[in-house]
């Protein structure tokens, strides 16, 4: 009966919520300590937005905060009868968006314009920063002529360069993507330093025992082993470009969430400045989802020695 009960698959929804454990969590025989066993918490994941979304609702119909400084949820509810503080709620204004767009400029115009930006900086990042890695963690030559320059630059922040970059490259929109791609290069290129530091040896001399060339060991058994560190530095990097956009659309930019959100800042729309976070951070939630499915996909060993 015990072990009828123990071959008892659970219900698919309960494993997605993390309420029970899937096939592979539920042969670990000691779970603290070992990261592959920690099934997803969404069931958390999901009372905690709940619970977010329930105190900012009570927050705007008991008027603890005033809508000046955080906007309300929804604009219709006041508990004072005072039109000259009544504002707009952050449902209103979404829809209005929507509907509407912001200065002539519809929100999906604005969104794509930040998505490309972010996307080209990561990209090109990871194609200059990969191969600098590898050739550091390769090659006496290489690590001799870039690591003082990387352990110079890689401290300064990209808002630290805004200047230069305005004197260098103007207002247009190299500007632009060239400060994220700052932003994400020493990112990548620690990342696939650090993966190649981390191979083991024994396989390297594994395969040379067997006869393999160096581009064979560099394609079958360093790149495999350095793919985690490097999907790491993507995920990092994709994050950070995200923390930079706003600053990098300050450059004399008219579309972008981030420039939405610095005009509206000049006006005192804190509710399109709120709008432009949640989108900001949607959108980097459901990346980062994505980045997490293509590592699974692309990365199967991860893990598994």
């Known amino acids: 009966m015990a072990k009828r009960r123990q071959d008892r698959q659970p219900p698919p929804w309960s494993i997605w919520l993390g309420i029970a454990d899937n096939s592979f969590t539920r042969q670990k025989t000691v779970k603290f300590g070992d990261a592959s066993a920690v099934n997803s918490g969404r069931l958390w994941s999901v009372l905690t937005l709940i619970v977010l979304i329930l ?3 009570i927050a705007t119909i008991s008027g603890i905060i005033d809508p000046l400084f955080w906007p309300p949820l929804e604009g219709s509810l006041y508990p004072w009868d005072n039109p000259d503080r009544a504002r707009p709620g952050v449902v209103d204004r979404f829809v209005g968006l929507l509907v509407d767009g912001y200065r002539n400029i519809s929100l999906w115009e604005h969104v794509g314009t930040s998505v490309k930006r972010v996307l080209l900086g990561v990209i090109i990042g990871a194609l200059v920063g990969i191969p600098l890695g590898f050739a550091m963690g390769l090659n006496s030559v290489a690590r001799g002529l ?5 352990e110079f630059i890689r401290p300064i922040p990209p808002l630290a360069l805004i200047p230069l970059v305005i004197l260098w490259l103007g207002i247009d929109e190299v500007a632009k993507i060239f400060l994220l791609f700052l932003a994400a290069l020493f990112i990548m290129l ?13 396989k390297v001399h594994a395969a040379y025992s067997l006869g393999a060339s160096k581009f064979q060991v560099l394609r079958y058994v360093i790149l495999p082993n350095a793919l985690p560190e490097i999907f790491t530095g993507l995920r990092t990097s994709m994050g950070v470009c995200w923390g930079t956009l706003v600053a990098a659309e300050l450059v004399a930019a008219d579309q972008g969430v981030g420039s939405m959100m610095m005009i509206a800042k000049n006006f005192l729309q804190t509710d399109v400045v709120v709008i432009g976070i949640i989108i900001i951070g949607a959108i980097g939630f459901a990346i980062e989802m994505l980045m997490r499915l293509l590592e699974r996909w692309l990365i199967p060993w991860k893990g598994k020695g």
């Open 146 to 150: 870039f690591d003082p320059i990387v």
């Open 55 to 57: 105190a900012w609702w």
């Open 190 to 202: 620690i990342a696939a330093r650090a993966g190649v530091s981390s191979v083991q040896i024994s």
